[in-house]
């Protein structure tokens, strides 16, 4: 069974630092793979897709990268704000039978950005 | 925002009620979900639905069934309320295509006493 881990739980970088959200699972025939995030008492906002035949993929000051074979992934973050202060999700897609292709969530990283 | 709508999204309820939740999207995706959150577990695949009546169990299941007899809407329907039943529902779209990305609704808390 997959089993997506997110190290740590929780992070607090001050404004203005660059970070790295990692992200690791245990099977690697996944499609791909995305990352979300969920403010508190809100649904889950998709941040970026990255497809198994990716490397990388960016969106403004976020940049995915993913290494199928070891297993991993990473969320970078240039220039921190404290706007960016949320749970950041990773979830794999993986061919889960009868035709069926499904999200396998980690549990998140909570950051917070202290201004 | 991916134009999904959840409802209600509050509900306080009691045990041994049925309850139904619904997932209204005006996207036109083929596939919808119906996720759970607690804490300590993650978000957890209850059903999903490939088309018009065509549905099929997620990894939590037992207690929830789920009916989509449009395109836009996707009903889940605890039948009969347990306090374990208490979390936030969430429901999920995606198009058609292996690489297509998943868009949230905004959840429903609910809470079974």
């Known amino acids: 069974k997959q089993e997506v881990t997110q190290i740590p739980a929780a992070l607090s970088v001050p404004e203005g630092e660059n970070l790295v959200l990692n992200c690791s699972f245990t099977?690697?025939?996944?499609?791909?793979l995305q990352w979300f995030r969920q403010d508190p008492g809100k649904g889950l906002t998709s941040l970026l897709l990255i497809q198994s035949s990716q490397r990388e993929q960016t969106s403004g000051r976020l940049n995915a990268s993913l290494d199928k074979s070891s297993g991993r992934s990473t969320l970078y973050i240039a220039a921190s704000q404290p706007g960016d202060s949320a749970t950041y999700l990773c979830a794999v897609r993986e061919y889960s039978g009868a035709g069926s292709y499904q999200l396998t969530f980690g549990k998140g990283t909570k950051l917070s950005v202290i201004p | 925002d991916a134009g999904i709508t959840q409802s209600p999204r509050h509900k306080v309820t009691e045990t041994g009620t049925p309850v139904t939740l619904r997932c209204h999207q005006t996207e036109n995706h083929r596939y919808m979900y119906w996720y759970r959150q607690d804490p300590g577990h993650g978000l957890r695949l209850i059903h999903y639905s490939y088309g018009v009546k065509d549905t099929d169990k997620g990894e939590v299941s037992d207690g929830y069934s789920v009916s989509r007899s449009k395109t836009e809407d996707f009903l889940l329907t605890l039948e009969s309320a347990t306090s374990s039943q208490t979390s936030v529902y969430f429901c999920?779209?995606?198009?058609?295509?292996?690489?297509?990305?998943?868009?949230f609704g905004q959840g429903t808390r609910l809470t079974v006493v």
């Open positions: 999920a779209i995606r198009d058609r295509g292996l690489n297509t990305e998943a868009f």
């Open positions: 099977d690697s025939a996944i499609y791909n």
